[in-house]
């Protein structure tokens, strides 16, 4: 680990900072590059090593101590609203319902924000695969939070170690953890993985309708209150049919 990474981490064994009591788990999309899988199912129940997508979700989220989750849902919504309803015992489920109209990941957060009752809270992609390293990722997220600087603190994975995945980074960090974009045509050593911890307050304000969560980073990170926090643990990309079975066969090497 860089000793960027490591100034950026910053975690204290000393605090004991609560995570979020509510998650938001984003479910919604059509999954398009995970087809022919997604013709007959959405993508968040998609198996990896033997269990939904979302179902490895729910359990870190579960495991970290979320007590609450809103989940969005668009594509074959009746199935991911059966699949919660069946397998879910242990968390108070909220079903965020854009069945109208697919808001992406920005315009499904405001459409959920009356159900998120706690500032911040967690959002999370559905489609994510991680591994816990030393420190559960939720816990690092909630230890790392400074809600006096930040408006969000994203989990990122050094470009690296991010499996499966083929782009070129998201974004680069400072020693206090700030981020910045990569620059057009660059590469950058940090890469999104799809996990977050929000300020309510980075929704004042947002546009209408569809639109991309990036909008709102642009807006953080203009005004210098976007973090980030490197994850200790695995994370995947599993985007298409392909990855799966790459990130099974990392698992059974580790």
Same mark, same amino acid.
């Given at each position: 680990?860089?000793?960027?990474?490591?100034?950026?981490?910053?975690?204290?064994?000393?605090?004991?900072?609560?995570?979020?009591?509510?998650?938001?788990?984003?479910?919604?999309?059509?999954?398009?590059?995970?087809?022919?899988?997604?013709?007959?199912?959405?993508?968040?129940?998609?198996?990896?090593?033997?269990?939904?997508?979302?179902?490895?979700?729910?359990?870190?989220?579960?495991?970290?101590?979320?007590?609450?989750?809103?989940?969005?849902?668009?594509?074959?919504?009746?199935?991911?609203?059966?699949?919660?309803?069946?397998?879910? @015992?242990? +968390?108070?489920?909220?079903?965020?319902? &854009?069945?109208?109209?697919? =808001?992406?990941?920005?315009?499904? $957060?405001? *459409? !959920?924000?009356?159900?998120?009752?706690?500032?911040?809270?967690?959002?999370?992609?559905?489609?994510?695969?991680?591994?816990?390293?030393?420190?559960?990722?939720? @816990?690092? +997220?909630?230890?790392?939070?400074?809600? &006096?600087?930040?408006?969000? =603190?994203?989990?990122?994975?050094? $470009?690296? *170690? !991010?499996?499966?995945?083929?782009?070129?980074?998201?974004?680069?960090?400072?020693?206090?953890?700030?981020?910045?974009?990569?620059?057009?045509?660059?590469?950058?050593?940090?890469?999104?993985?799809?996990?977050?911890?929000?300020?309510?307050?980075? =929704?004042?304000?947002?546009?209408?309708?569809?639109?991309?969560?990036?909008?709102?980073?642009?807006?953080?990170?203009?005004?210098?209150?976007?973090?980030?926090?490197?994850?200790?643990?695995?994370?995947?990309?599993?985007?298409?049919?392909?990855?799966?079975?790459?990130?099974?066969?990392?698992?059974?090497?580790?």
């Amino acid at each position: 680990m860089t000793a960027q990474q490591r100034r950026a981490l910053r975690i204290r064994p000393d605090i004991a900072a609560p995570v979020p009591r509510t998650a938001m788990v984003m479910a919604a999309g059509l999954g398009k590059r995970m087809r022919p899988l997604t013709a007959t199912r959405p993508k968040p129940l998609v198996e990896v090593a033997g269990k939904a997508l979302l179902d490895h979700v729910l359990d870190r989220l579960r495991a970290a101590g979320i007590e609450r989750v809103v989940v969005n849902v668009h594509y074959l919504a009746d199935s991911l609203e059966a699949h919660l309803h069946a397998r879910v @015992k242990d +968390l108070d489920v909220a079903i965020s319902d &854009e069945r109208d109209q697919l =808001l992406e990941t920005g315009g499904g $957060l405001v *459409r !959920a924000r009356p159900l998120i009752d706690c500032d911040p809270f967690i959002a999370v992609n559905s489609d994510n695969f991680w591994v816990d390293g030393p420190t559960d990722a939720l @816990k690092l +997220l909630a230890s790392q939070w400074d809600s &006096e600087k930040m408006d969000c =603190l994203l989990l990122l994975v050094p $470009l690296a *170690r !991010a499996g499966n995945h083929s782009g070129v980074g998201d974004f680069h960090m400072d020693s206090a953890g700030r981020l910045r974009r990569r620059a057009s045509g660059r590469v950058a050593p940090f890469v999104f993985t799809g996990i977050q911890m929000v300020a309510q307050r980075l =929704l004042d304000g947002a546009p209408e309708g569809p639109f991309s969560t990036n909008i709102l980073w642009d807006k953080a990170i203009e005004e210098g209150r976007c973090f980030g926090t490197v994850h200790q643990g695995l994370w995947f990309d599993v985007g298409t049919p392909g990855a799966i079975r790459a990130t099974e066969e990392a698992l059974e090497r580790e």
